[in-house]
């Protein structure tokens, strides 16, 4: 038929080793833009698949996962993280700061002052530190 169902895709290339570390919900909202919604990857949607960077910040499936963990961190699911959710996440994480305070930090991606961050403000601070 020159397609295969998204979760026939899902599982041959997902469970695989290099793929294995995305969280389950960014792989499905990943393969639901890549299939624009219709439960099946094209030979063209593959290919296109087999072009993506996985190491880039600015590829779908990095922007779905990155979505997704905040969305994680967002437990009260108002659309934004707050300073004690930023720093609860961190925690869990078991990430450290270095030579910085958490506040200093917090600080840094809240671009508009508003003492939280918001899904857009999180994305362009991760790619600009990204790109440092």
């Given at each position: 038929?020159?397609?295969?169902?998204?979760?026939?895709?899902?599982?041959?290339?997902?469970?695989?080793?290099?793929?294995?570390?995305?969280?389950?919900?960014?792989?499905?909202?990943?393969?639901?833009?890549?299939?624009?919604?219709?439960?099946?990857?094209?030979?063209?949607?593959?290919?296109?698949?087999?072009?993506?960077?996985?190491?880039?910040?600015?590829?779908?499936?990095?922007?779905?996962?990155?979505?997704?963990?905040?969305n994680?961190?967002?437990?009260?699911?108002?659309?934004?993280?707050?300073?004690?959710?930023?720093?609860?996440?961190?925690?869990?994480?078991?990430e450290?700061?270095?030579?910085?305070?958490?506040?200093?930090m917090?600080?840094?991606?809240?671009?508009?002052?508003?003492?939280?961050?918001?899904?857009?403000?999180?994305?362009?601070?991760?790619?600009?530190?990204?790109?440092?």
């Amino acid at each position: 038929s020159g397609r295969v169902s998204t979760d026939d895709f899902r599982r041959l290339v997902f469970d695989t080793e290099p793929l294995q570390g995305f969280r389950g919900a960014a792989v499905d909202r990943y393969l639901r833009q890549l299939s624009g919604n219709t439960g099946y990857i094209t030979f063209d949607q593959f290919r296109e698949f087999m072009h993506v960077d996985t190491n880039s910040v600015d590829n779908p499936l990095v922007l779905a996962e990155l979505t997704e963990a905040f969305n994680e961190v967002d437990t009260n699911k108002d659309g934004f993280i707050s300073r004690e959710e930023a720093q609860r996440g961190i925690t869990i994480a078991g990430e450290r700061v270095w030579g910085i305070s958490f506040q200093q930090m917090c600080h840094l991606f809240d671009d508009n002052g508003d003492g939280q961050l918001s899904l857009d403000e999180f994305l362009k601070n991760i790619k600009k530190a990204y790109r440092k």
